[in-house]
C-alpha cells in the first residue's frame, strides 16, 4: 500500500532562514509527487510537482523539491522564508497510472517568528 | 478561468440527518474527486468520478455516495450523519492522466 509520512509535525522558523520539510514515501515504483500549502480555513494550493525527469523540481513562491529515489523522499527546501510562508504543508502521491487518488501525509505546520 | 467552487462554505447538521455538498469543477476537467480532511489531519481520499461514473474508492462506507453530472459538476452525499463525519470536505478536479489536482475551498461540516 502507498504511504506518505512526514516526520515533522511542527517547524519554527525564523523568518530569512532557509527552510527544509521532509518527505517519506512508500510505494512499489516511482510515484507522482507533490506539495500543497493550505492555509488556515483554506483549500490546498499545489507548490510544485514530480512526474519525471530533471530531480529537482520548482514551484511557486520560491520554493524547490528533490525527488531521491534512493531515499524514497521528495523535501521540499526554500532558501530564505517569509512571515506570509506560515501555514501547513502536505506532501502527497498518487499512482503513476490508473485512477487518480492522492495519497497525503499528515502534514507539517511551519511556523514563522520575526 | 474559474477555478474549483464549492457550496455550501459551512453546514450544521445532526446526527442522522443526510447532506449534500456540491462542486463545480475547473472548467474543462472531466473528473472529480472528493476528500475528508478531519481536523488536524490530511485529506482523506473519498471517491472519483469520470465521465459520471465512479471509478476509485477510498476506505469510506457506503453512506457516502456521489454524482458528476455531464457538465463535470459534483456532489457528495452523506447519509445517516455520524459525529465522525464532522470535517472540511475538499473538491479537486482535474483532466485525466498525468495531472495535477486542482482543489476547491472546501466545506466545512459540523455534526452535533
Known amino acids: 500500500a502507498q504511504s506518505v509520512t512526514q516526520p515533522d509535525i511542527h517547524i519554527t522558523v525564523s523568518e530569512g532562514a532557509s527552510l527544509e520539510l521532509r518527505c517519506n514515501y512508500s510505494?512499489?515504483?516511482?510515484?507522482?509527487l507533490f506539495w500543497y500549502v493550505q492555509s488556515p480555513g483554506q483549500g490546498l494550493q499545489l507548490l510544485l510537482k514530480?512526474?519525471?525527469?530533471?530531480?529537482l523540481v520548482q514551484g511557486i513562491k520560491g520554493f524547490e523539491a528533490e525527488f531521491k529515489r534512493s531515499q524514497s523522499s521528495f523535501n521540499l527546501r526554500k532558501p530564505s522564508v517569509h512571515w506570509s510562508d506560515a501555514a501547513e504543508y502536505f506532501c502527497?502521491?498518487?499512482?503513476?497510472?490508473?485512477?487518480?487518488?492522492?495519497?497525503f501525509g499528515t502534514g507539517t505546520k511551519l511556523q514563522v517568528i520575526p | 478561468e474559474t477555478g474549483v467552487t464549492q457550496s455550501p462554505t459551512h453546514l450544521i447538521k445532526t446526527r442522522g440527518q443526510q447532506v449534500t455538498l456540491r462542486c463545480s469543477s475547473q472548467?474543462?476537467?472531466?473528473?472529480v474527486s472528493w476528500y475528508q480532511q478531519a481536523l488536524g489531519q490530511g485529506p482523506q481520499f473519498i471517491f472519483q468520478?469520470?465521465?459520471?461514473?465512479?471509478?476509485g474508492r477510498g476506505n469510506f462506507p457506503p453512506r457516502f455516495s456521489g454524482l458528476q453530472f455531464p457538465n463535470y459538476s459534483s456532489e457528495l452525499n452523506v447519509n445517516a450523519l455520524e459525529l465522525d463525519d464532522s470535517a472540511l470536505y475538499l473538491c479537486?478536479?482535474?483532466?485525466?492522466?498525468?495531472?495535477?489536482?486542482?482543489f476547491g475551498p472546501g466545506t466545512r461540516l459540523t455534526v452535533l
Open positions: 514530480y512526474f519525471s525527469g530533471d530531480t
Open positions: 468520478y469520470y465521465r459520471e461514473e465512479e471509478n
Open positions: 502527497a502521491l498518487r499512482f503513476s497510472g490508473g485512477y487518480q487518488k492522492v495519497t
Open positions: 472548467s474543462g476537467h472531466n473528473t
Open positions: 479537486a478536479s482535474s483532466l485525466r492522466g498525468p495531472n495535477e489536482q486542482f
Open positions: 510505494y512499489g515504483a516511482t510515484p507522482y
